[in-house]
């Protein structure tokens, strides 16, 4: 069984020992970053040829144009109709709560009048055409189609292309059934930073997009980050993170599933549980020995665990909220007595789940917040995805005669502070003509 870590507070090193263990080495891969780059370079000169050429080198599918790549509505609709009753009904279910939180979330443009009949405001547009990368084959997503695509349905976008691998055709049903629920408008089955490349400039067949979100390997994330700049993009997300803060009255079963729900994403995961229960890491940590080799993805969760999972003993429920504003992590549970005590002392935190009965896991699905969360500890400024990432704002200003003279003086006189008098002239001719 792992040995997962063991801290406590009130060791004289222990704020080193938690530093080394959030810690997680960025360094990027110089082979991907090549590797990306020239693919990219290409795509950009060569377009469709390019995209053509990687998808029949790297997912081994042929195809004469980037047209024939393209998913036919019909395809999608078909694909949803196939499935099992139980599964359509449950991504129905999930799209149509996650579509309803996020319709909260909708800015409205506004204005207000100043006294002199100087009105200023913010206009609030949708992006014209915003890209999703969804990974493909045999890995099935259809929840990052629902919690990338729903919110910017919700915002208006003009136009939402979906990229989809299907690496030696492997076509996933699930994934084409949740674009179709989604009413996605057009679906590419390319992949790879190939895909990023041809929505981030654009090709014959493919136009350019102005952001781009969804998950995927190192090479879409490498993409990502060298297109940002020339369109917008959602993140650059790192390993999935979970951090229990319990009070030792939940039942340690639910406690270590819930740190494997995370573990089991990959060998660089992290799971934490921070209690002021001594007896209680014991009983979570005899429930992580009976459970864990029951579980399909046992290495994977074992290798994450003691790399990167810990059981921390804190003095208090305070200290432990203090610990989690430091780690700052992408999914927090708070399964605790009274939940709403503790909630408004976290800061920094991508999603906090309240209570015993609110599994991460729930948030990963169906509960209706986007599970496109910080993570790495930029939960400290950055939140998780939205309908506001699929809106602009533009500042509205509408000066009155009157105003041109009372905000012009102002302006001159700044103008002319920073040496620019060009400025100051244009201010003043609104208001020394009348």
Request: proline share 6%.
């Amino acid at each position: 069984m792992p040995e997962i870590k063991r801290l406590s507070t009130t060791q004289p090193d222990f704020d080193a020992q938690l530093a080394a263990l959030t810690a997680l080495e960025a360094a990027q891969d110089e082979q991907v970053e090549r590797a990306v780059a020239q693919i990219l370079d290409d795509v950009r000169r060569r377009g469709d040829a390019a995209v053509l050429d990687y998808t029949a080198r790297f997912d081994r599918v042929q195809a004469a144009t980037v047209a024939e790549l393209e998913i036919p509505r019909a395809e999608l609709e078909a694909a949803l109709q196939r499935l099992p009753a139980a599964q359509r009904e449950a991504l129905e279910q999930a799209a149509e709560r996650i579509r309803r939180y996020h319709e909260r979330q909708r800015q409205e443009s506004w204005t207000y009048t100043e006294a002199d009949g100087t009105v200023l405001g913010q206009q609030v547009t949708p992006l014209d055409r915003a890209g999703l990368y969804v990974p493909g084959g045999k890995a099935a997503y259809p929840s990052s189609v629902l919690m990338n695509a729903l919110p910017a349905k919700v915002a208006g976008v003009g136009e939402l292309i979906m990229v989809v691998p299907t690496p030696g055709g492997e076509r996933n049903e699930l994934v084409f059934a949740a674009a179709a629920i989604c009413g996605v408008d057009r679906v590419y089955a390319i992949g790879g930073a190939q895909a990023v490349g041809a929505l981030a400039y654009g090709t014959e067949t493919i136009p350019q997009v102005d952001k781009i979100v969804g998950p995927g390997n190192a090479y879409v994330a490498a993409a990502k980050r060298r297109v940002f700049g020339t369109v917008g993009i959602d993140m650059v997300a790192g390993p999935s993170e979970i951090l229990v803060l319990c009070d030792g009255k939940t039942d340690p079963d639910w406690i270590a599933m819930d740190l494997f729900s995370q573990a089991e994403h990959d060998e660089v995961a992290q799971a934490i549980l921070i209690s002021p229960d001594a007896d209680f890491l014991d009983r979570v940590a005899a429930s992580i020995d009976k459970l864990l080799p029951g579980m399909p993805r046992k290495a994977v969760i074992e290798t994450s665990l003691r790399n990167r999972g810990a059981l921390i003993l804190v003095r208090d429920l305070d200290e432990a909220c203090e610990i989690a504003n430091r780690i700052a992590p992408e999914h927090l549970e708070l399964s605790v007595e009274e939940p709403e005590r503790w909630a408004p002392k976290i800061r920094h935190a991508g999603a906090i789940f309240m209570g015993r009965y609110t599994s991460e896991s729930l948030g990963d699905y169906c509960a209706g917040p986007n599970h496109v969360l910080p993570t790495s500890r930029t939960a400290r400024f950055s939140s998780p995805l939205g309908v506001y990432d699929f809106q602009k704002r533009s500042s509205l200003i509408k000066v009155s005669r009157a105003g041109a003279e009372t905000l012009g003086r102002i302006a001159s006189t700044l103008a002319y502070g920073e040496g620019l008098p060009a400025h100051a002239r244009s201010a003043e001719y609104r208001f020394q003509g009348q």
